[in-house]
C-alpha cells in the first residue's frame, strides 16, 4: 500500500515559520517528481512548490517564491517544505503529491499526480 503522510502544520501568526514533512511508504519515490500543492476553502488546488528527482529544479508558484523552499531526502523517502515570512494568504490544507513520469510544463497541474497525502492544515493569522 502506497502511502504519503504530511506533518508539521498548525497555527502561527503572519511572519512566523513552518516546516512540513511528506513521508512516503509503500514504495520507493526517489525517482519521482515530488510537490506541494495547497487549497484554500472555496477555492481549487493551487501548486506551491516542485522538485525533480535528483534533486532538479526546484519551482515555485510566485507566491511563495523566496519564502518557500522546497528539498527532499531519497535516503528517507521524505520532502520538506520550509516556510518562512508566512502570510494570511498562505492558509489552506497542504497537501503532498508525487508523479512517477510528469515534464515541467505538466508540474503545476494536480490531475497529472498519481499518489497522495491527507493533508495537514496550516493557518496564518494576522
Known amino acids: 500500500q502506497v502511502n504519503l503522510v504530511e506533518s508539521g502544520g498548525g497555527l502561527v501568526q503572519a511572519g512566523g515559520s513552518l516546516r512540513l514533512s511528506c513521508a512516503a511508504s509503500?514504495?520507493?519515490?526517489?525517482?519521482?517528481?515530488m510537490t506541494w500543492f495547497r487549497q484554500a476553502p472555496g477555492k481549487e488546488r493551487e501548486f506551491v512548490a516542485g522538485?525533480?528527482?535528483?534533486?532538479?529544479?526546484?519551482y515555485y508558484a510566485d507566491s511563495v517564491k523566496g519564502r518557500f523552499t522546497i528539498s527532499r531526502d531519497n535516503d528517507k523517502n521524505t520532502v520538506f517544505l520550509e516556510m518562512n515570512s508566512l502570510k494570511p494568504e498562505d492558509t489552506g490544507v497542504y497537501y503532498c503529491?508525487?508523479?512517477?513520469?510528469?515534464?515541467?510544463?505538466?508540474?503545476?497541474?494536480?490531475?497529472?499526480?498519481?499518489?497522495w497525502g491527507q493533508g495537514t492544515q496550516v493557518t496564518v493569522s494576522s
Open positions: 503529491a508525487a508523479a512517477p513520469t510528469i515534464i515541467l510544463s505538466s508540474m503545476r497541474d494536480y490531475r497529472q499526480y498519481n499518489y
Open positions: 509503500g514504495r520507493t519515490f526517489r525517482r519521482d517528481t
Open positions: 522538485i525533480f528527482r535528483s534533486n532538479g529544479g526546484p
